[in-house]
């Protein structure tokens, strides 16, 4: 029998309360296809403050050197909102990405046909927005150099700089060319070529990379534009490929389209081992009193079983379970309108298992 490694970081808040539910469902699938997981869970953020001074401890870092992916909940909170930035939980989540040389962040944003109330665009524009934004998570603007804040005669001076290499461009490229050769083979690469020459480069790297791809349809969008048609007509797109600072605006963009932050899922790809991760935070005024949202999380461990384990089957046998249990009228608080059934975390959990296990027989 196939055994996989998972390492378990649930961090703080809810973060805890929802890994444990995508954890659930990742042995349920294991049951059904017969393939065995072995969880290894960590300390990752405040929990790891507070037990060894640093929210990153080596072990944690070493253990995650070792799995076939890393399924992650999120760091953070009031308690340690006072640290210096250094010290910060997150930091964890940005050293993990660093070490693990995580250069690509895949962020869907598709919207459940029963929640489409909860989008704040209207019913015509929005209805069937099924899009998926990758964004470069390693270079660019927030790790240029030079970089930082000057004196200069008469007053300050702030530098960032924008710097992507011709390889740092061409492997998101080419990643994103395979992730949209899986879905409906249409890629939308974004820049400001019109503006910045690190976005000339870009744009010509991906027609480059585009010339090993004939079957995937490429176009290319300023940002700006981009920002308008993402609102005017979602349903235009289907991959979009992007630099960091373009992808952080854009993916939260599209994140308001699918409605709350509880549904969203994430993966960061690149080197061996994969992190999976909800988009939401620890969401502290909820925290541990089982409201919170499972669905992003468990949508996560499906992101993992189709990108890590090439489980795609599965992924899809997930992602069904979750559409009919809301079909069925369960929801959290964050998604709950009338008429439909109130449940929480853990309940939520437990329907998604529950169906899941009766696709399996
Ligand atoms: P948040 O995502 O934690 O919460 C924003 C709002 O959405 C809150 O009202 C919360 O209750 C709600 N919400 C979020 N996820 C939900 C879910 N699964 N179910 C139901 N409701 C949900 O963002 P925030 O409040 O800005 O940040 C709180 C903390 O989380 C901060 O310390 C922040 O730094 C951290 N954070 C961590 C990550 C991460 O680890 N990747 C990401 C974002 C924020």
Redesign the pocket.
Known sequence: MTNYKIVVLP?D???QE?TTEAVKVLRAVGQGVGVGFEFEEALC?GAAIDAHGTPIPGATLDLCRTADAIL???????K??DLPPEQR??RG?LALRKELDLFANLRPAKLFPMLVDASPLKRSVVEGTDLLVIRELTGGLYFGEPRGIEKIQGGMRGINSMIYTTPEIERVARLAFEVARKRRRKLTSVDKANVLAVSTLWRQVVMEVSQDYPDVTLEHMLVDNCAMQLILNPLQFDTLVTENTFGDILSDEAAVLAG???MLPSASLGGKTALY??????????AGRD????I?AILSAAMLLRYSLDLPAEAERVETAVLRVLEKGYR???IHSEGTTLVGCRRMGELIVRDLETLYT
Do not use: Q, R, Y
Request: glycine residues 24%.
């Open positions: 961090g808040g809810i973060g929802v953020g992650f909940g999120a760091v953070g909170g009031p340690w909102d939980p997150e989540l709350s932050m509880g991760e909800p988009v939401h935070g620890t969401a502290p005024d909820i409201l919170a949202n499972p992003a959290t608080k964050d």
